[in-house]
């Protein structure tokens, strides 16, 4: 079982930064890929960016060059370092955690972040 806690969210004004970070615990050792999904009021959940054990990283197209993933594998934490944010980002973002073999995923309770024009 794995246990994932996400912190950092907050308000913050177009332009400036947030730094999420996650912390995962339990079997980490199944964990393949780790990464961030968000989903705004009325809209459906969306991958901001995922990262993989390996070092594999894979970025929606509207956070490119702004949205920044890394992760610590002794520590089991990923972050998402949030550069130039825009009112469109204000969502709740939620961690991710898979597995490919046995196929799980684990999700975090959320943190929400706003954006302000």
């Known amino acids: 079982q794995v246990q994932l806690v996400e912190s950092g969210g907050g308000l913050v004004q177009a332009g400036g930064s947030l730094r999420l970070s996650c912390a995962a615990s339990?079997?980490?050792?199944?964990?393949?890929?780790m990464g961030w999904y968000r989903q705004a009021p009325g809209k459906q959940r969306e991958l901001v960016a995922m990262?993989?054990?390996?070092?594999?990283?894979n970025y929606a197209d509207y956070v490119k060059g702004r949205f920044t993933i890394s992760r610590d594998n002794a520590k089991n934490t990923v972050d998402l370092q949030m550069n130039s944010l825009k009112p469109e980002d204000t969502a709740v973002y939620y961690c991710?955690?898979?597995?490919?073999?046995?196929?799980?995923?684990?999700w975090g309770q959320g943190t929400q972040v706003t954006v302000s024009s």
């Open positions: 339990g079997s980490t050792f199944a964990i393949n890929a």
């Open positions: 990262l993989s054990s390996g070092g594999s990283t």
């Open positions: 991710n955690a898979h597995s490919y073999s046995p196929y799980r995923d684990f």
